[in-house]
């Protein structure tokens, strides 16, 4: 699972793996390790049946984004590539949550493994205008 933040606005792309295990056990964590003394940072994406839309809360160094359980059961078995959301935070700003599924680049990039990556639906209309 990638993290992107960037300023109000929080981005998680779950490789097909990853959705698997969502599936399965209803959550995926992923953690950041800084160092000798053993700080760190999480992120994870929960189903659950305590919230009615789409929430982030940060607590323990955790960030954890809480789905409802029927928006992520539609979202794993569909086509539909993601889900987003706008947290009210107060003072008229909104916190922007997308969580989506993890699309093969349309470039290799050097780093970069995309073997667990969904097929990327703009590859064909990519090749075809070679």
Do not use: H
Not at 29 to 53: H, M, N, Q
Not at 62 to 67: D, F, G, Q, T, V
Not at 81 to 92: F, H, K, L
């Amino acid at each position: 699972m990638k993290l992107r933040i960037r300023g109000n606005s929080i981005r998680l792309r779950l490789t097909k793996s990853d959705i698997a295990q969502f599936a399965a056990s209803g959550k995926v964590e992923e953690i950041v390790e800084f160092g000798f003394a053993k700080p760190t940072l999480s992120y994870r994406l929960d189903k659950t049946e305590d919230v009615a839309t789409v929430s982030a809360s940060f607590k323990y160094n955790c960030l954890k984004i809480s789905i409802p359980i029927a928006d992520a059961d539609e979202w794993i078995e569909s086509e539909s590539v993601g889900i987003e959301s706008a947290q009210p935070i107060g003072d008229n700003n909104v916190l922007r949550i997308l969580i989506e599924k993890d699309f093969a680049c349309l470039e290799k990039r050097a780093g970069e493994d995309d073997s667990d990556t969904f097929k990327n639906p703009l590859a064909e209309s990519k090749t075809e205008k070679c």
